[in-house]
């Protein structure tokens, strides 16, 4: 589904991917963790090439996004994107929100897109919520409305850029527990977060980054219960102890 | 202070007046309205991807700002006759307004662009959004909102800045003053009239903007 081969890539002289190799297969679940600046949201961000890269091959459900000439747009549409700042567009109601895509990308009618934007604020607990404005939901209920904007498009992909990092603490699991939802239905996801619970739970596979480098990757329990590396052991005694 | 001051004059000049306050309007109107199309472009052009499109937006809108209104005015109004163009002062002087006003429109419109953050774009690019949709749908509804109160500020500059074609002989309300001025020699009566009226119209204008000020910058609030 997602196929990374020796991608580069570099912010003027700061080389931020080194030589990633990384294959997610469709239906897997991969959290990506890691220390700030390590490049976990680049290597998320370059899957529907918000970012581009220099060097390296990667290939998203076929498409070749190292070929510039490609147009992503299409893609674009098969894979959510959900940031950490939510970036819902803040004149128009969740349901607009959710809604846009659909009518303008998929050719929807109105009326069947908000049929189904409906269900998918449903689908988040947000039904009662369509016709609030972003600034009138908490965080937790905005990030929601932005992973229904994610799956009205019925993507292929999920990604999520520190969904919860924003987050006022009570609100984080409100919005795990719909990411854990979607997981278990077998969405592809790759996730970037330091909720450790959650790779624990749902996550195939976890993935540790430092420094612009994949360190180490293994299923989650044995990651967490035995690091093969210092640098990743070092990290998880930070976070669990915190 | 207004003992000596000759309201029977400026009665009698009102239909003169009111012509003036006319060509004002009209000349105002218009050069906003084509203000608007050149600095929509200037705009389009100094955010585009293209480098020599952007360089020539640029350069119109930096020279434009650099020099002031009436060295313009007559720079047309001696420079196209140079180039065999023939027009009338009254042409002339809604083309200097138009390109003066267009490039400060140019920038007040980019602020209003610029102004929606990078992540709302980019959250309209990962949904398959392409340029236009994103312009039309995310950019453009929340830019107006922040652009209009200033617009209306500008289209009150423009308004003033109208006086100067008096300068080119074309008759607008501050000609009349000057007409006045030179034939009855009033030049109390002729020019506080004239300010009374541009007084009407700022007020007007100050109106609406604070109006759409209040109605649409509630955005904001992101």
């Not at chain 1, 196929?3 to 912010?11: A, E």
């Not at chain 2, 709302?120 to 995310?138: H, K, P, T």
Request: some cysteine.
């Amino acid at each position: 589904m997602i196929k990374f081969n020796g991608v580069n890539k570099w912010f003027g002289k700061l080389h931020v991917l080194k030589d990633i190799d990384l294959h997610v297969t469709s239906g897997e679940v991969v959290v990506v963790c890691g220390p700030s600046g390590s490049g976990k949201s680049t290597l998320i961000r370059c899957i529907n090439r918000l970012e581009k890269f220099q060097k390296g091959e990667l290939f998203v459900d076929g498409t070749p996004l190292h070929d510039y000439s490609t147009n992503l747009t299409k893609l674009r549409a098969e894979i959510g994107f959900v940031f950490q700042q939510f970036h819902l567009y803040p004149h128009m109601t969740a349901l607009q929100n959710v809604a846009l895509a659909p009518i303008n990308v998929r050719k929807m009618k109105r009326a069947d897109a908000e049929a189904l934007a409906h269900e998918k604020l449903d689908r988040v607990g947000l039904a009662d919520k369509a016709d609030a404005h972003p600034t009138q939901l908490s965080g937790g209920q905005q990030q929601r409305v932005a992973i229904a904007r994610g799956l009205a498009m019925s993507p292929k992909i999920m990604l999520f850029d520190e969904p919860t990092s924003a987050l006022d603490p009570e609100m984080i699991g409100e919005v795990l527990d719909v990411m854990v939802k979607l997981a278990s239905e077998g969405m592809t996801m790759c996730v970037v977060t330091h909720e450790m619970g959650f790779a624990r739970q749902v996550a195939h596979r976890v993935i540790f980054m430092d420094e612009g480098s994949l360190v180490e990757t293994g299923n989650p329990h044995d990651f967490f219960a035995n690091p093969q590396t210092d640098r990743a052991a070092q990290f998880i005694s930070k976070i669990l102890t915190h | 202070m207004l003992e000596g001051f000759n309201f029977r004059v400026i009665w009698e000049y009102m239909p003169f007046f009111m012509e003036g306050l006319r060509n004002t309007f009209l000349i105002s109107i218009v050069s906003l309205f084509l203000a608007l199309i050149a600095g929509i472009t200037a705009c389009a052009g100094r955010l585009s991807p293209w480098k020599s499109v952007r360089g020539l937006a640029i350069v119109y809108i930096e020279s434009i700002r650099s020099t002031p209104l009436l060295v313009q005015i007559y720079f047309l109004y001696f420079g196209l006759p140079t180039l065999g163009l023939r027009v009338p002062e009254l042409q002339t002087g809604i083309i200097a307004l138009m390109l003066n006003s267009g490039a400060y429109i140019a920038e007040i419109v980019r602020a209003g662009m610029t102004s929606v953050p990078n992540g709302q774009i980019e959250a309209g690019i990962s949904s398959g959004l392409n340029y236009f949709q994103r312009m039309r749908f995310i950019i453009l509804p929340q830019a107006l909102g922040v652009t209009v109160p200033p617009l209306l500020g500008q289209a009150i500059v423009l308004v003033k800045d109208s006086a100067l074609l008096s300068l080119i002989s074309v008759l607008e309300l501050t000609r009349v003053g000057q007409t006045l001025t030179s034939e009855r020699f009033m030049p109390s009566e002729a020019f506080f009239t004239v300010a009374f009226f541009y007084l009407c119209i700022y007020f007007v204008l100050k109106t609406l903007a604070d109006w759409s000020q209040k109605k649409l910058i509630f955005r904001e609030a992101y």
